[in-house]
């Protein structure tokens, strides 16, 4: 079963990066392989909370006291991608919001399909920058992440 994108409806906002396909990103088969869809996955999310110039940085304004760790990452394939169809872009969104952790969701596309051909799901933890102990997210911050505010990704259950 296919996974849509997320209606616009229920999603307030999306960062979107895009990538273009390096030589290195090509598996032998000569489509994006599934590293690289992990290295976009990483530097959108870098980009998103940390910012780069001129956008992004939803925790810009808390990233001189607390840090941020990746507890988990699922993704899952559901088509390739290969160089003709770059940009790779990432839709990413917040699914939920918990007392020190909360997720990021992402769909990557290649631009021959509206349908994604990955789909994301990583648990970002804060943690104070000074002990390394969790950081409760405190309501500002909670704002600022609930301004991405959309629903949990459509993963395939797993045969347990």
Excluded: C, K
Excluded at 69 to 89: G, M, Q, S, T, W
Excluded at 121 to 132: I, K
Aim: hydrophobic share 40%; proline share 9%.
């Amino acid at each position: 079963m296919n996974a849509p994108t997320p209606d616009p409806e229920t999603v307030r906002s999306r960062y979107t990066e895009e990538f273009r396909i390096r030589l290195s990103d090509r598996s032998p088969s000569g489509h994006v392989n599934n590293v690289s869809f992990l290295r976009y996955l990483d530097e959108a999310r870098t980009a998103f909370l940390a910012g780069r110039p001129g956008r992004g940085g939803v925790l810009r304004p808390v990233l001189d006291v607390v840090t941020t760790l990746v507890a988990r990452n699922v993704v899952e394939y559901r088509r390739e991608i290969f160089p003709d169809e770059e940009p790779v872009r990432l839709d990413l969104w917040v699914p939920r919001i918990g007392r020190t952790s909360f997720s990021v969701a992402a769909h990557a596309y290649g631009r021959s399909s509206d349908e994604p051909a990955a789909i994301f799901d990583s648990t970002v933890v804060l943690a104070t920058r000074a002990t390394g102990q969790p950081w409760p997210i405190d309501d500002a911050t909670r704002q600022l992440l609930a301004a991405y505010a959309g629903p949990p990704p459509a993963l395939r259950t797993t045969a347990g």
